[in-house]
C-alpha cells in the first residue's frame, strides 16, 4: 500500500487498531477491534465515528459575487434545482453525462456568498477538472486541501457533539453552518450515509486528531470502519457509486428522482438544460425499463454483487444483476440492491444465483432499516 494517501487521521487508526486497507487511492480502516457486526449495532444504538477525510471538499463562487449566479451555473451540470436551495442547506445532486448517465453524486451546501460541494474520493479529481472546464471562466473553483472530514452517527450524535458546540441541537436534517470549538472552524452538516441523525463536520487538519479523540473519549462514541459504513447504508437504501450508480445508469434508473425538483422537471421554471435531459426528461415521463430495487432473499444466505438474478428458478437469461448486497446486523436478515425490469412490482418473488443454486428473494420497499433523521 506504498502509493496510497493516508488521511492526517491515520496514526490514530494504527493506534485504535484499525485494519488498513485501500479505498479510493487510500489507506482506510474497514474495521477495529470490536468487529464490523459490533461496529454497526453501535452505531444504530449510541454515536459511530467516521473518517471520510477522503472524500472531496470543494468551494465554488461566482466571480460575480453572486451565490444565485453561481447556482444557476452549478445547473447546468446538474438535474437538481440548486436556484432553490435556501442559505444554510444542503441538498443531495448528480452529476450527468452527455447520455444521461452519472458522473458522481454529491451534495451541495448553500453557504450564503458561495456553494460548498462534498463529491466522493475516487471521483474528486474528475469533479473538479469537470467543474473547471465547464464553469471555470465565471466561477472561482477550489479544492479544499487542509481540512479533514468526519461523519458522527446515530441517536447519541446530537448528545454527545452538543458537548462540544450547544447550539447544534438547534440544526435539523440537511441544515448546514460554520460552528468553532476550541479555536477551530467547524463546517458542520446535520447529514450522513447511515439511515440514522448524525452529523458530518469539516475540520482544519491540525485539529482533527484532537478533536476525534475528544469525541471518542465519550462513552457513546466508538471509531467505525469502511465495514460498517457500508452495512449501514446499505439497510438505509443508499446508493454506493460505482456500483449501485455509475455513468450507464440514469437518475430514474437509479431510483432517485426525488432529486430532481419540479422546477427542472418537464414544464418547470427551468426544465432541462443539464447533459443528458433529453434521456432523463423521457424516461421521467415514460419510464425507465429497469430500475433499482430493493431485495430480501428469503433464508440466511447474502446476495452479493454480481449475484444474477432470474424471473423463475430454473431456465431462461439474467433478468439483472444485484449491485450490492450483504447481511443487515440490523434486520437480521440478507438485503441486497438489483437492477430489474421496470414492471416488476414490489412483492413479486425472483430468484439470485447463489453458489450454483437459485433462491428466492422478494421486491422490497427501501430503506430496510427506517431513517431517524431529525426533521
Not at 83 to 105: H, P, S, V, W
Request: glycine share 12%; net charge negative; proline share 6%.
Amino acid at each position: 500500500m506504498a502509493d496510497l494517501n493516508r488521511t492526517v487521521l491515520y496514526d490514530l487508526h494504527i493506534e485504535l487498531g484499525g485494519k488498513m486497507v485501500p479505498f479510493a487511492g487510500y489507506e482506510m480502516p474497514v474495521q477495529y477491534p470490536m468487529g464490523v457486526m459490533k461496529e454497526h449495532l453501535f452505531t444504530r444504538r449510541h454515536a459511530g465515528l467516521f473518517d471520510v477525510s477522503h472524500m472531496g471538499q470543494i468551494l465554488l463562487s461566482a466571480k460575480s459575487g453572486s451565490v444565485e449566479d453561481a447556482a444557476l451555473a452549478l445547473e447546468r451540470l446538474v438535474p437538481v434545482d440548486i436556484l432553490g436551495l435556501k442559505e444554510g442547506r444542503q441538498r443531495y445532486a448528480m452529476f450527468t453525462n452527455d447520455d444521461g448517465g452519472i458522473m458522481d453524486d454529491l451534495m451541495v451546501a448553500n453557504r450564503g456568498d458561495h456553494l460548498f460541494l462534498v463529491v466522493n474520493a475516487a471521483c474528486k479529481d474528475q469533479d473538479f477538472a469537470h467543474l473547471k472546464a465547464h464553469l471555470g471562466d465565471e466561477c472561482d473553483i477550489g479544492m479544499v486541501g487542509d481540512r479533514a472530514l468526519v461523519a458522527l452517527q446515530g441517536p447519541d450524535a446530537e448528545k454527545a457533539l452538543a458537548r462540544l458546540v450547544p447550539d447544534v441541537s438547534e440544526m435539523r436534517f440537511m441544515d448546514v453552518g460554520i460552528r468553532h470549538w476550541d479555536t477551530a472552524e467547524l463546517w458542520i452538516s446535520r447529514s450522513g450515509y447511515t439511515g440514522e441523525d448524525g452529523f458530518e463536520i469539516s475540520v482544519p487538519n491540525k485539529f482533527a486528531e484532537a478533536f476525534a479523540r475528544t469525541l471518542l473519549a465519550m462513552e457513546e462514541v466508538a471509531p467505525i470502519g469502511l465495514g460498517a459504513r457500508d452495512s449501514l447504508r446499505l439497510e438505509a437504501g443508499m446508493c454506493l457509486y460505482g456500483h449501485d450508480i455509475d455513468t450507464a445508469t440514469s437518475p430514474v434508473e437509479g431510483n432517485v428522482t426525488w432529486a430532481i425538483q419540479k422546477a427542472r422537471r418537464a414544464g418547470g421554471a427551468r426544465e432541462g438544460g443539464f447533459p443528458g435531459a433529453e434521456r432523463i426528461l423521457k424516461e421521467l415521463a415514460d419510464g425507465p425499463a429497469r430500475r433499482r430495487v430493493g431485495l430480501r432473499p428469503e433464508g440466511r444466505a447474502p446476495m452479493r454483487e454480481g449475484t444474477e438474478v432470474y424471473a423463475g428458478p430454473e431456465g431462461g437469461q439474467p433478468i439483472g444483476t444485484v449491485t450490492s448486497g450483504g447481511f443487515g446486523p440490523s434486520i437480521e436478515a440478507p438485503m441486497a440492491m438489483a437492477y430489474l425490469p421496470a414492471d416488476l412490482r414490489e412483492g413479486a418473488v425472483v430468484y439470485g444465483e447463489v453458489r450454483g443454486k437459485r433462491l428466492p428473494a422478494v421486491i422490497a420497499s427501501m430503506p430496510f432499516q427506517p431513517n431517524q433523521y431529525k426533521r
